[in-house]
């Protein structure tokens, strides 16, 4: 089955400015139009100001749009703003290369993993400039958009930047506090911003990653990834099995019969609930220096945690050369089923059995995960309890081994609404 990559058109073309018009949005600054205060003092730029939420609604409320002549709203107005904004930088040339030239293919099998063959990703770096929105809360308690907004230096500013070498359409960097400078490390502030970010996408397909230090993060410069692609994810179609629910009403299931081992959150009774137990799970990893990526799916309402070991094998010396030479660095995306690959070759080949030979060596053995795990819930522990089932029991059921592949069936699988057609096709 092959998957067309198409641009889309938006509804946001009044919003997209004139040449003269982005020079007066830019201002002054040291020319590069950089995301450090010397460019950013003075300029003026798009501001998406989200309503802060307690929790996520099936049908999304906010800000539309546009109204056609009979008073229909159109597509969310978070997605058409940042295609919109996103085709613009396209047109002025600001990327490395033509993403919706990749060819893209859903790989035949169980799971259905997305091969992408991206010969673009490895060229010869070349100096770019930054294309950056302003995202935060609003102050009045609704969803608004400016045009054309200052930037504070005395409030950092948490900025939506394009990715110059994208691996999806729509593909951008959600860049917290962006003038503090923050190193990559997950906090709870900087987790509900991109749960908010998800939640207001409103768009299934729509989806936040996270690549720790280790991990295949490109910079030590605090920052998630966040893309459109309109089929489901591998990992997201895993089945899982349920350990327990935090008082907060957050499930947290472990992923069952998927190459890479990891802990699925979901639900809560708030974002905060949610997104406090998740950051708590990743600051335990950060300080015992354990490598981890982060998938936020499901409109911000289910988060994947994945401690993985690949670099580390690598220095080692115990990554096969046949796999080496791919060149795949298996991040978020790769995790999640969306293997980005830079040589035709590969791209020719590309099966489930290779993608998930892959990818069972990015993940912790059962007997390293069952420990790390053992540690996330005594870190949770100290901060949450268990409502049903005490922390010591808890902490029991991370050390249950996998069942059999046969016995998968066995498990009981949770049931999650199909997903919708997105933006893309």
């Not at 047109?91 to 169980?110: H, M, N, S, W």
């Not at 992408?116 to 010869?124: C, D, I, T, V």
């Not at 030590?220 to 899982?240: C, D, G, M, S």
């Not at 035709?344 to 059962?366: F, G, Q, T």
């Amino acid at each position: 089955m092959m998957l067309k990559i198409k641009r889309v058109p938006t509804v946001v073309s009044n919003y997209q400015k004139e040449d003269g018009e982005e020079g007066s949005r830019r201002g002054g600054g040291c020319g590069r139009n950089c995301l450090q205060n010397c460019c950013l003092q003075d300029a003026r730029l798009p501001l998406y100001a989200f309503k802060k939420v307690n929790s996520i609604v099936s049908e999304k409320e906010g800000v539309s749009v546009s109204e056609d002549d009979k008073g229909e709203t159109t597509v969310a107005f978070l997605d058409s703003l940042l295609l919109g904004e996103w085709e613009e930088r396209m047109q002025r040339g600001l990327f490395r290369y033509d993403v919706t030239a990749c060819e893209t293919k859903v790989i035949p099998g169980q799971y259905g993993f997305i091969a992408q063959l991206n010969e673009g990703r490895h060229l010869k770096k070349r100096p770019t400039e930054f294309r950056v929105d302003k995202f935060g809360a609003s102050e009045e308690g609704e969803a608004q958009f400016f045009p054309d907004a200052p930037v504070d230096p005395e409030n950092s500013p948490t900025m939506v930047a394009i990715n110059v070498s994208p691996i999806e359409y729509g593909h951008v960097l959600l860049i917290p506090r962006v003038l503090d400078c923050l190193p990559q490390r997950i906090d709870c502030d900087s987790l509900m911003l991109a749960i908010y970010m998800a939640a207001e996408a409103g768009n299934p397909y729509f989806r936040l990653g996270y690549n720790s230090l280790g991990a295949f993060a490109t910079i030590n410069h605090l920052h998630f990834q966040a893309y459109y692609l309109a089929v489901p994810f591998p990992i997201e179609k895993a089945p899982a099995k349920e350990i327990g629910t935090l008082n907060g009403g957050m499930k947290i299931s472990e992923l069952v019969n998927y190459p890479v081992r990891g802990l699925v959150f979901e639900g809560g009774n708030t974002l905060l609930d949610l997104s406090r137990g998740v950051s708590d799970a990743c600051i335990c990893l950060q300080e015992n220096n354990i490598p981890y990526n982060v998938l936020i799916a499901d409109c911000g309402n289910r988060i994947f945690l994945l401690p993985q070991c690949y670099a580390e094998k690598q220095a080692l010396g115990e990554v096969s050369s046949e796999l080496l030479d791919t060149q795949v660095n298996p991040a978020v995306w790769e995790i999640s089923g969306h293997m980005v690959l830079k040589r035709k070759k590969d791209y020719e080949e590309a099966s489930e059995e290779n993608a998930w030979r892959l990818l069972a060596e990015v993940s912790l053995s059962e007997e390293r995960f069952q420990e790390v795990s053992a540690l996330i819930f005594e870190a949770i522990s100290y901060s949450s309890h268990v409502d049903g089932t005490d922390s010591e029991k808890l902490l029991e059921d991370v050390n249950v081994k996998h069942q059999p592949v046969e016995e998968v069936n066995a498990i009981t699988e949770r049931s999650h609404p199909a997903m919708v057609t997105g933006i893309l096709h």
